[in-house]
Structure formats: structure tokens, C-alpha cells
């Protein structure tokens, strides 16, 4: 299996900057695709940025320009820099993963356990 860990949530002010970060650990075999998603009170599940082995990056609408993403495929790690957040990027952060394992030789997806951004003065 493979386990997704995600760290750097936290209370900020609008304008202000985060970095998420979400590592993955296990019997991973490969990994093809990592990106973000969020939820944020009472709306349902947002894909927010994602990255390939390829480095091709894709955002969504509300975040580019101020969100970027990257990987370091060597600790199969991936980043997100948050920057001139708004009250409305307020959401749980959510790692995902699509990966292939020793143990189910199919592409997967995985999701970390979330990670609360709140954007608020």
C-alpha cells in the first residue's frame, strides 16, 4: 500500500503565503501523478493542482497564478506554495496520489488524511 502524509496547514492571513507538503510512503512502485484537492464547509471536493512524472503541471482556474506546484521525485514528495491566499482558499487540503505498488499492480489512487488551511485576518 501506500501511505500519503501531508504537513504545513495552518492559520494565515489573506495575502499571505503557505507551503503544503505531502510525502508518500510504502511499497510504492512507481508514482505517475500527485496533486491537491480541497473541501472546503458545506461545498463539495475541488481538484486544486496536480503534477505528472512528466513535470506537466495543471491548475485550477480560482488558484493560478498564486498557487504552485512541484515535486521532488526522490523522496516522492510534493509541494504546494500558496501565495496572496484568500478567506475563500479557507479548506482541508487533501494529498492524492496515483500510484502503483508491489502489492496491486494497477494504478491507484491514495489520499493523505487532509490538512486544514485557514485563511482568516
Known amino acids: 500500500q501506500v501511505q500519503l502524509v501531508e504537513s504545513g496547514g495552518g492559520l494565515v492571513q489573506p495575502g499571505g503565503s503557505l507551503t503544503l507538503s505531502c510525502a508518500a510512503s510504502g511499497s510504492i512502485l512507481n508514482i505517475r501523478r500527485m496533486g491537491w484537492y480541497r473541501q472546503a464547509p458545506g461545498k463539495e471536493r475541488e481538484a486544486v493542482a496536480s503534477i505528472l512524472v512528466t513535470g506537466d503541471t495543471n491548475y485550477a482556474d480560482s488558484v493560478k497564478g498564486r498557487f504552485t506546484i512541484s515535486r521532488d521525485s526522490a523522496k516522492n514528495t510534493v509541494y504546494l506554495q500558496m501565495n496572496s491566499l484568500k478567506p475563500e482558499d479557507t479548506a482541508i487540503y487533501f494529498c492524492?496520489?496515483?500510484?502503483?505498488?508491489?502489492?496491486?499492480?494497477?494504478?491507484?489512487?491514495?489520499w493523505g488524511q487532509g490538512t486544514l488551511v485557514t485563511v482568516s485576518s
Open positions: 492524492n496520489s496515483q500510484a502503483l505498488s508491489l502489492t496491486i499492480t494497477r494504478w491507484q489512487d491514495y
